[in-house]
C-alpha cells in the first residue's frame, strides 16, 4: 500500500519560488498562466498488512507533526492499493 | 556560569560560538553533541548557525528531532538561556520554542553580507547590555531567513515587546529597501514570552573581533555574560 502525501504552502503564504518559476515558463512564451506555486511530494511505502484507514491516519500524524510545517503550509493525503 | 554549544550533523558555526564564549566572555564552554540528552550544570545553551541535516526536509526541520531537542525544552521550561543563530533559530521555531517560520529569502538568493540591525528592546537576558535603537553591524549568511507568522502572532510579539531586533539602514530606519530576506515587519530577531529563549538570523558570533568588519555581537555575548554574573 501508497500514502502519498502533497504539501503545499498556504494560500495565504507568499511563494517566491513559485512565482520565479512562472515567470521563467513564460519567458518560453506559455501563456494564460495565472499562477505557479512550488509544493513537496511524498510517496510513503506502508506494509500490506496495515488496515487503508490506519494507513490514511499514519500518514496524516506524519504530514502533520514532520513533513509539513502547520505555520505555513497544509498537507492533503491520498492513499492508494 | 557555563555555556553549552550543541552540535548537530551540518552545525558548522559551532566553533565561532565557542571561541566568542572562551575568548570574549571568558566563561567555561563545552560542546554537546546532539545525541547527548544531559544540560544540567549548563546555565546558557547556544544552537549555532549551519545546515543541520543539510536543510533536508526544511531548515531545522529534523534537527528538532535530535535526542538532544527533548532536553533543550525542559532546560528552557526551566527557565535555562536559550540562544538560536540562524540555523539554531530556525530549529527554534520548527521545534515551537519560538512562534512563526522561517521561509526562503523573498529575493530567492543566499545573501552573505554585513547587515544593520535596530535594537528594539534591552528587555532580554541576551540584549540587556545594549541601547534601545542602537544600530549595529551584524553578517547575516542565509537562504531562509524570511520571518513569517500570522496575523495574531505578530500582533502577540509587537503587543509583548518580543520582537528584539528588526534589519534597517543605516540610519535605524526599518524600510523595505534595508529587509534582505523579506522578513514580516522586518523582523531579524525576537524571544519567547519568558523571555529566556532567544532567536536572530544575524551572527553575532561573527562580529566581536574588528578584524572581522564588526564588534558589535559583543553586545549580545556581553549581556548574557552580565545576566548570568548577577544570577
Given amino acids: 500500500m501508497r500514502a502519498k502525501v502533497y504539501v503545499t504552502l498556504k494560500p495565504s503564504v507568499l511563494d517566491p519560488q513559485g512565482k520565479a518559476i512562472q515567470h521563467s515558463v513564460e519567458q518560453l512564451g506559455y501563456g494564460g498562466i495565472e499562477d505557479i506555486r512550488q509544493g513537496k511530494y511524498f510517496e510513503i511505502e506502508l506494509d500490506e498488512s496495515v488496515k487503508e484507514e490506519d494507513a490514511r491516519a499514519t500518514a496524516e500524524r506524519m504530514a502533520r507533526e514532520v513533513l509539513s510545517n502547520p505555520v505555513i503550509e497544509d498537507f492533503r493525503v491520498e492513499v492508494e492499493r | 556560569m557555563k555555556f553549552g554549544v550543541v552540535i548537530f550533523p ?92 522561517l521561509m526562503r529569502n523573498r529575493g ?24 534601545r ?28 515587546d518580543r520582537i528584539i531586533f528588526r534589519y534597517c539602514d543605516a540610519e535605524g530606519r526599518a524600510t523595505d529597501e534595508a529587509n534582505p530576506n523579506g522578513s514580516r515587519d522586518s523582523i531579524a530577531g525576537i524571544c519567547n514570552r519568558a523571555r529566556n529563549v532567544f532567536g536572530m538570523m544575524p551572527h553575532p558570533e561573527r562580529a566581536c573581533e574588528d578584524l572581522l568588519g564588526s564588534a558589535d555581537g559583543r553586545g549580545v555575548f556581553h549581556s548574557l555574560a552580565t545576566t548570568l554574573a548577577a544570577a
Fill in chain 2, 10 to 101: 551540518g552545525s558548522n558555526c559551532d566553533h565561532d560560538a565557542y571561541h566568542v564564549i572562551s575568548k570574549h566572555v571568558g566563561q567555561p564552554v563545552s560542546f554537546v553533541w546532539h545525541k547527548e540528552t544531559d544540560l544540567a550544570g549548563f546555565d546558557c545553551v547556544i544552537l549555532p548557525g549551519g545546515f543541520s541535516y543539510g536543510d533536508y526536509l526544511r531548515a531545522g526541520a529534523l534537527a528538532r528531532f535530535s535526542p538532544v531537542m527533548r532536553s533543550v525544552k525542559e532546560f528552557a521550561a526551566a527557565g535555562g538561556l536559550v540562544l538560536g543563530i540562524c540555523n539554531g533559530f530556525q530549529i527554534l521555531c520548527e521545534a515551537g520554542l519560538l512562534p512563526g517560520a
Fill in chain 2, 108 to 131: 530567492l538568493h543566499f545573501v552573505c553580507e554585513h547587515v544593520r540591525v535596530r535594537v528594539e528592546s534591552t528587555d532580554t537576558p541576551f540584549t540587556n547590555e545594549l541601547r
Fill in chain 2, 133 to 160: 535603537g542602537e544600530v549595529l553591524s551584524i553578517p547575516i549568511a542565509h537562504a531562509e531567513g524570511n520571518y513569517t507568522c500570522d496575523d495574531a502572532t505578530l500582533g502577540e510579539l509587537q503587543a509583548e
